[in-house]
């Protein structure tokens, strides 16, 4: 039975993307390239890692919102159906939140341990709860591989060519190619190191740019 | 294989997304989802035909899935007619050969185009 690995050790963001961008090449070698964005999440989850998607009522409260949870040993990635209307007000975020249960899968579940011992499922967590609010270093690592699974560099670099990513006007067309809200594109980039965002929202090729501006000023 | 696996394999075959598929038959996707993961009964027989040509699968299977004959529309017919009680009973100790099966249901499937009640 697939496990939760509790212990999952600190991942340098580097190894984070190769194993995303390992994720999306073994994808793209069983069911093609994928030659524009968007990377097509939901066909990756069910056809490719075989896993359910099931949309059910979770038990949370606005302190701790839950948007979703892995279930390994039942192969379920849980999407939280009572808060619909946020998944529909932010779009993007449904998308993210699937990706972000990849990135749970694909780093914090030990899918080789095949035999479970009973005492097992006393001390071992058998769900991932999301919360959306806690920040741990697995939501971390989780929400870093879902911005790379959705916004692989390589596509992102396609996309941005010729583009003046420095206005925020050719950021949200961007970020509606990508199927994502403006704020994962946005943080996308700024990991990417392609922006700076200045204290007064504007963006800068780098913080250095920002500075020398306001030298200039 | 449950009903709700069927529709799911099917689906993913097509290439559908849960979203995709529920929009093309009318329903809401969080039901759909509920169908596919077996937590609600098998919908109306309106929505299987629609599931059934949008997935471009055989209806009759879906149906049959689902278990769409009830015990209430079993007693009816037995009511109606007791050879349905007596040819239920010979199906489930299967004392008919596939061959006789096939051809009652050919019978059935013709005599449903027609009068029914002359297919006894």
Same mark, same amino acid.
């Given at each position: 039975m697939p496990q939760i690995l509790t212990d999952a050790p600190w991942l340098k963001p580097e190894m984070i993307e190769a194993k995303a961008e390992a994720m999306l090449a073994v994808y793209e070698a069983k069911? +093609?390239?994928?030659? /524009?964005?968007?990377?097509p999440i939901e066909h990756l989850i /069910?056809? $490719?890692?075989d896993l359910r998607i099931d949309w059910d009522m979770i038990e949370d409260n606005d302190n701790e919102v839950i948007l979703a949870y892995i279930d390994p040993e039942a192969k379920k990635i849980c999407m939280n159906e009572s808060r619909r209307a946020r998944f529909e007000e932010y779009v993007g975020t449904e998308v993210f939140t699937f990706a972000h249960e990849v990135g749970h899968w694909d780093? $914090?579940?030990?899918? *080789? *341990?095949y035999v479970q011992l009973c005492f097992l499922d006393i001390i071992q967590p058998k769900k991932f709860l999301c919360r959306w609010n806690i920040h741990d270093h697995l939501e971390w690592q989780a929400n870093r591989y879902a911005a790379a699974l959705i916004m692989p560099k390589e596509m992102v670099l396609r996309e941005i060519k +010729?583009?003046?990513?420095?206005?925020w006007r050719n950021l949200y067309l961007l970020k509606d190619r990508f199927g994502v809200t403006i704020t994962a594109f946005r943080k996308r980039l700024e990991e990417l190191g392609f922006i700076y965002l200045s204290p007064d929202g504007a963006l800068y090729p780098s913080q250095e740019a920002y500075f020398n501006q306001l030298v200039l000023i | 294989m449950t009903f709700g696996d069927k529709i799911r394999e099917l689906r993913k075959r097509k290439r559908l997304s849960q979203r995709d598929l529920a929009e093309r038959v009318g329903i809401d996707f969080t039901y759909l989802s509920k169908i596919e993961n077996n937590k609600v009964p098998p919908p109306s027989d309106t929505v299987i035909r629609k599931l059934s040509r949008e997935l471009e699968s055989d209806s009759e299977e879906l149906l049959m899935l689902a278990a769409k004959v009830s015990q209430q529309d079993l007693r009816k017919a037995v009511a109606q007619d007791p050879r349905v009680g007596i040819l239920f009973r010979k199906l489930q100790s299967r004392e008919l050969t596939d061959e006789q099966l096939r051809q009652m249901l050919e019978i059935i499937e013709v005599g449903g185009k027609g009068n029914a009640t002359d297919t006894y």
């Open positions: 069911f +093609g390239i994928i030659t /524009e964005p968007p990377v /069910e056809a $490719h890692l780093l $914090h579940v030990n899918k *080789s *341990s +010729g583009v003046d990513i420095y206005k | -």
